[in-house]
């Protein structure tokens, strides 16, 4: 699936836009952007604010890789978003099996094609705490699994303080510094000849998040809890908002896959 005219004129008009705003709103420290591949990859960032994408989406424009989204369908639905999102080639993400396949598809098409796709292997914020990376969804496994292309593991650190989570406003002063740091692709070798099973892919999946996770620990100074977060087990959905008793909000949907 190549760029078309339209959406590089899209993704143009919007960077044009954007750009000043990130400027203005944070100052940016990106780091280990020649690990990115030549070809087609998979990124697989951290998650711990509503703004994530606009930083990983910037960084990943800006070395020349239109960025490619696998985002919840009702934001397609959004007035002047949707269209947005259509016009630059993102991705929506259904619930069901087939939904979540047609999903996987079009990824697979891209990255074919020499695209980045990025997915939260999270699925949506943190529940963490502490803005740890938490248990991971299985996805960008998946994909990486089916097609042979590579996972590029990046963690970023910062954009929580510009923009904290579920917060109404941006916090501008005093300025802050948000960092990206990429990763070298994560070897998923042990897995190729594997079946695509639970297992298989859980497994892989840890390997991805064990990746994020060093990569955020070098960004913060500071050792990751020893046992990743599991909402699951704290009794909080994987899907939506949550407050602080760790209960969802449901009329906010997850934006990962």
Not at 65 to 87: D, E, I, N, Q
Request: aromatic share 6%; hydrophobic share 40%; with cysteine.
């Amino acid at each position: 699936m190549k760029e078309s005219a339209k959406s590089r004129a899209t993704f143009m008009l919007l960077a044009g836009l954007a750009r000043p705003l990130m400027n203005l709103l944070m100052s940016k420290k990106w780091e280990g952007v020649e690990n990115l591949p030549p070809g087609g990859f998979i990124a697989a960032p951290n998650h711990c604010t509503e703004i994530d994408p606009i930083v990983i989406g910037h960084m990943v424009y800006n070395q020349k890789r239109p960025p490619h989204f696998l985002a919840k369908t009702g934001l397609f639905k959004v007035p002047v978003l949707g269209p947005l999102l259509h016009a630059t080639r993102q991705i929506p993400v259904e619930r069901s099996t087939a939904g979540a396949n047609r999903s996987l598809q079009v990824a697979r098409e891209v990255v074919d094609a020499g695209g980045a796709i990025i997915i939260y292997p999270e699925g949506t914020l943190t529940r963490d705490p502490d803005l740890w990376p938490m248990k991971g969804h299985t996805g960008a496994a998946r994909l990486a699994l089916q097609t042979g292309a590579p996972v590029v593991p990046m963690a970023h650190w910062g954009a929580q303080e510009v923009f904290p989570r579920y917060a109404k406003r941006f916090h501008i002063f005093p300025r802050k510094t948000v960092r990206v740091l990429v990763g070298k692709p994560v070897d998923l070798s042990a897995f190729s000849d594997r079946p695509l099973d639970r297992a298989t892919l859980t497994a892989a999946t840890d390997v991805i998040m064990d990746a994020i996770t060093e990569l955020l620990e070098s960004l913060r100074g500071e050792d990751a809890p020893a046992e990743r977060w599991d909402p699951a087990v704290h009794k909080q959905s994987r899907h939506g908002r949550f407050t602080q008793g760790g209960s969802p909000d449901t009329q906010e949907g997850d934006d990962g896959q």
